[in-house]
């Protein structure tokens, strides 16, 4: 799947997880893609699994995670693969994971830790710099706990500092100084956001559509977003695109210039994934929310993975979380040339319901190919401007500013000049006809 250099150099990891048989946790079938899935994580952290190790139970044990039985059998493993490190298919409690260190004899890392070691690796922009050093924050605060088990924690009965063993006393300075980091984090991100407010207001104004591309990580995203870039705008902008998880994380947006006077926003979202942790959700969520403000939705799926449908489920029920389960949304089945039955392409395809039950319209094309980029364009702005008409305005000469709005803003079928102002005919937005109904002609 994934496309990963120099993997002699790569750091050997065991992966380990657990099926539990009396929760619903899915399929057996979903839980074997979710270990296939983290093998592709701790590849795109560059890592080199060596091994993958899974028991089946009722219920995750309490201090270990997995039965002790199979514990030994990782620590064995650890010793025959020469492994630097155990990671795990779940999030772990602090206990947890200085029990299964202390087994091992190895650091051991949950699924949660990986992909916030990925996206610390991958963010780029301050935002989402900050955004990621949150999450990071958050999630070590509580598992400090067990760094300064070695050092003495026991002391007097009082509430001073001061009375405190030297592990406790480091365990308290550890946790101020991540609560003072967090605050500082917070009122940076506020900034941040403010800034990013002022931005959509500004292209709020302008009433070019803004269309959001979402979907699950490593769906083609960045593909079609450089596609567009390379041929409708600066070619010089484009962003990284590699065919791993979570190659890009910086929310980026393009004005797509199509002609006609039917340019839009484009922009390029964070991917999603099952078990994306709440932390990372929750510091993303003012980048996210851009989503929130389109006017049309494209849900990228790629159309070669066999669990595409619980794909764009995940994406989805992400969306409505978001408050955005309500804007118009397009299904994009992308890398149709990678199927395994010859797939017609571009073409549209049957229109399908989401999570919420809606129906969405849906087309099938390769982000790699022209025609299909074309065919996209295509379909966008037959849909981004369903809500523009067609409507003739009488403007007074001395409102040359509303003609220069309806220039830039809408398409322009004709325009001429006569005794009593410009005549211009236009398809536009419906707001733009109602803000200028005192000029319409009947």
């Not at 706990?145 to 500092?161: D, P």
């Not at 500082?184 to 292209?203: A, D, G, M, P, S």
């Not at 319209?361 to 025609?371: G, R, Y």
Request: charged content about 30%.
């Amino acid at each position: 799947m994934a496309e990963y250099n120099n993997t002699e150099n790569l750091i050997k990891v065991i992966l380990a997880g657990v099926y539990e048989t009396d929760v619903d946790s899915g399929s057996q079938e979903e839980f074997e893609h979710s270990m296939d899935e983290l093998s592709e994580l701790a590849r795109a952290c560059y890592f080199k699994p060596a091994a993958k190790v899974t028991q089946q139970l009722e219920h995750r044990t309490s201090p270990l995670y997995m039965g002790s039985g199979k514990v030994e059998e990782i620590a064995q493993l650890v010793k025959t693969e020469e492994a630097e490190l155990v990671i795990f298919n779940d999030t772990l409690t602090p206990v947890q994971i200085r029990n299964l260190s202390k087994e091992m004899g190895v650091p051991v890392m949950d699924r949660t830790a990986l992909i916030l070691e990925i996206f610390k690796d991958r963010a780029r922009t301050r935002e989402a710099k900050l955004q990621v050093e949150l999450a990071r924050l958050q999630y070590m605060k509580p598992r400090l706990i067990g760094m300064w088990e070695k050092q003495n924690r026991q002391g007097g009965a009082s509430g001073s500092m001061s009375s405190k063993g030297e592990g406790e006393t480091q365990l308290e300075i550890d946790r101020r100084m991540i609560d003072h980091r967090l605050s500082e984090l917070r009122k940076e991100l506020k900034i941040v956001e403010r800034e990013r407010q002022t931005q959509r207001k500004k292209r709020q104004s302008s009433r070019m559509p803004l269309v959001s591309l979402v979907g699950y990580t490593n769906a083609g995203k960045s593909t079609i977003m450089n596609s567009f870039v390379e041929r409708y705008a600066d070619g010089e902008k484009k962003v990284f695109e590699a065919n791993m998880l979570f190659a890009t994380l910086d929310t980026t947006i393009r004005r797509i210039e199509t002609g006609n006077n039917k340019d839009f926003l484009l922009s390029d979202t964070v991917g999603f994934i099952q078990k994306l942790p709440t932390g990372l959700v929750e510091a993303f969520k003012s980048t996210l929310e851009e989503v929130k403000d389109a006017d049309l939705i494209i849900q990228v799926v790629d159309f070669s993975d066999p669990h595409y449908k619980d794909h764009m489920i995940t994406t989805e029920n992400t969306v409505s979380e978001l408050g955005a389960g309500d804007i118009p949304m397009l299904v994009v089945y992308n890398k149709a040339d990678l199927c395994d039955e010859h797939q017609e392409y571009p073409r549209k395809a049957s229109d399908v319901r989401d999570a919420s039950g809606r129906l969405n319209k849906c087309i099938v094309i390769s982000a790699k190919e022209d025609a299909s980029i074309e065919f996209l364009k295509d379909s966008i702005i037959e849909t981004a401007f369903s809500d523009y008409i067609e409507a003739t305005f009488m403007i007074p000469f001395n409102k040359g500013n509303i003609v220069a709005y309806l220039q830039e803003n809408s398409h322009v079928v004709s325009q001429e000049y006569t005794a009593d102002g410009t005549m211009i005919r236009t398809r536009c937005h419906v707001a733009d006809r109602d803000k200028y109904s005192e000029f319409l002609q009947i």
